[in-house]
Nanobody, 115 residues
Framework: QVQLVESGGGLVQAGGSLRLSCAAS????????MHWYRQAPEQQRELVATITTNGKTNYADSVKGRFTISRDNAKNTVYLQMNSLIPEDTAVYYCKAEYLVYNYWGRGTQVTVSS
């Protein structure tokens, strides 16, 4: 079992930045591929960014060049640095740990971008 707790969300003006954190416990964090998802009201949850166990990253087209995913295995934490935020980035952001066939989710953190 892996427990995940997201933090760092909040209210920010368009053009601003936030850094989300996702702290993991209870499992082998270094062996997990980590993902950030987001879900806006009345929309489906979408994959935002992924980082593999060896540090390879991938991003949704909508956030490329603005968001950066990173991980610190010593701290069992994955980060999402979000720059140049736009109102369309408003959503609840979730992290997910993928380990073999298992997926573990956090409860999410709200990000609101005002215009």
């Amino acid at each position: 079992q892996v427990q995940l707790v997201e933090s760092g969300g909040g209210l920010v003006q368009a053009g601003g930045s936030l850094r989300l954190s996702c702290a993991a416990s209870g499992g082998r964090f270094s062996g997990c591929t980590m993902h950030w998802y987001r879900q806006a009201p009345e929309q489906q949850r979408e994959l935002v960014a992924t980082i593999t166990t060896n540090g390879k990253t991938n991003y949704a087209d909508s956030v490329k060049g603005r968001f950066t995913i990173s991980r610190d295995n010593a701290k069992n934490t994955v980060y999402l640095q979000m720059n140049s935020l736009i109102p369309e980035d408003t959503a609840v952001y979730y992290c997910k740990a993928e380990y073999l066939v298992y997926n573990y989710w956090g409860r999410g953190t709200q990000v609101t971008v005002s215009s």
